[in-house]
């Protein structure tokens, strides 16, 4: 097998597990520290008030949106060879990862996948680095995919916990 496709298979493992730290963690977490997040960041409280209106179920399935995407464009880039999605999502986990060492900085406290984010951050840098080296994309390719993941991020947050809400309610 050839390491670029190791990397891209790997992309989905690394998502679950870093998920799971998250789906493990959350519920209780945010039970604690609710009410510690709207008095330090009350420009906040709606994000918060939805993380904790979100069940378990919901969160799960919000996951699981986000996992079979994830999956899917990894063995459509795996067959094709077509890396620029595949990079967007990746570049947006990435950032993903970041924010939640942001995250833990500012709190000064454990917050839910912290442990994996710096887990998983070598291999971020790692992928970033051999697709870069074997000129698989340009600085510019890099920037613009980071962007298109970005927002592809975003929006499909919003829309995961639309779905986890919605589909909640029907299980």
Request: glycine share 4%; aromatic share 14%.
């Amino acid at each position: 097998m050839n390491y670029i496709v190791l990397l891209l298979c790997l992309f989905p493992i690394a998502f679950m597990l870093h998920d799971f730290e998250e789906i493990i963690v959350l519920p209780k977490w945010m039970a604690r520290n609710a009410n510690i997040l709207r008095t330090r960041f009350p420009f906040l409280k709606k994000q918060i008030a939805q993380l904790q209106g979100l069940s378990m179920t919901g969160f799960v399935i919000a996951v699981a949106e986000e996992f079979i995407i994830i999956s899917g464009v990894s063995v459509y880039a795996v067959l094709t060879q077509h890396y620029f999605l595949w990079m967007a999502l990746f570049l947006a986990f990435g950032i993903h990862l970041l924010i939640h060492i942001l995250q833990f900085i500012i709190l000064k406290r454990y917050i839910p996948a912290i442990v994996t984010s710096f887990l998983c951050l070598p291999y971020a840098v790692y992928v970033c680095s051999v697709f870069y080296s074997e000129e698989i994309f340009t600085l510019i390719e890099f920037v613009f995919a980071g962007v298109v993941g970005l927002v592809a991020m975003v929006l499909n947050l919003q829309l995961a916990h639309v779905l986890g809400r919605k589909l909640d309610t029907l299980i």
